[in-house]
T-cell receptor, first 114, second 115 residues
């Protein structure tokens, strides 16, 4: 069974530029999560989707961050414009709606903003 | 406000010995606790979990203990192996009636198992 796929794995951009991350969850997983992980910290939830609906986006900085999951499968997280403090690892995870305790994580995208 | 705390950023243990990783939490509404293991350049992978109605859960070399009165849980690895060297995250879930719920993670403990 394929795991959660994320791309790109690494991204280096200059501040004020836009950037987008892509996630393909495990097949059949209705719930998709985007997490932010700063250096030396644990993952922090940015947004959670149930199918195509964002059911928890309270931690998403909406002035510069946006996300979509149009068909309830793949998801894209965008930052526009990026700031120096956005440098972090962005993790995507998915879970079966009824097995919500185990979330399967992708390898993450490491973003560096110069 | 760090609701899940892992106060030891690192731990070094000899191969074959017991590794004990600790985690404290402040939110009494947490009803489910999980440990995740993370290797460099990979995402966290689920290791073991425990419900708040239990005080112990065992899976092979891994055992998680929960002390609700102290709001403390620990992960025991016996015997420790070099392949266990990784960062371990404690995570907790708030009671939620929805179909999925938010996990709150600790800051992680880096375990090094030496030969």
């Amino acid at each position: 069974e394929a795991g959660v796929v994320q791309s790109p794995r690494y991204k280096i951009i200059e501040k004020k530029q836009p950037v987008a991350f892509w996630c393909n969850p495990i097949s059949g997983h209705n719930t998709l999560y985007w997490y932010l992980q700063n250096l030396g910290q644990g993952p922090e939830l940015l947004i959670r989707y149930e199918n195509e609906e964002a059911v928890d986006d309270s931690q998403l900085p909406k002035d510069r961050f946006s996300a979509e999951r149009l068909k309830g499968v793949d998801s894209t997280l965008k930052i526009q414009p990026a700031e120096l403090g956005d440098s972090a690892v962005y993790l995507c995870a998915s879970s079966l709606a009824w097995q919500n305790n185990e979330q399967f994580f992708g390898p993450g995208t490491r973003l560096t903003v110069l | 406000d760090q609701q899940v705390k892992q106060n030891s950023p690192s731990l070094s243990v000899q191969e074959g010995r017991i590794s004990i990783l600790n985690c404290d939490y402040t939110n009494s509404m947490f009803d489910y606790f999980l440990w995740y293991k993370k290797y460099p350049a990979e995402g966290p992978t689920f290791l073991i979990s425990i419900s708040s109605i239990k005080d112990k859960n065992e899976d092979g070399r891994f055992t998680v203990f929960l002390n609700k009165s102290a709001k403390h849980l620990s992960l025991h690895i016996v015997p420790s192996q070099p392949g266990d060297s990784a960062v371990y995250f404690c995570a907790a879930r708030v009671i939620n009636t929805g179909t999925a719920s938010k996990l709150t993670f600790g800051t992680g403990t880096r375990l090094q198992v030496t030969l």
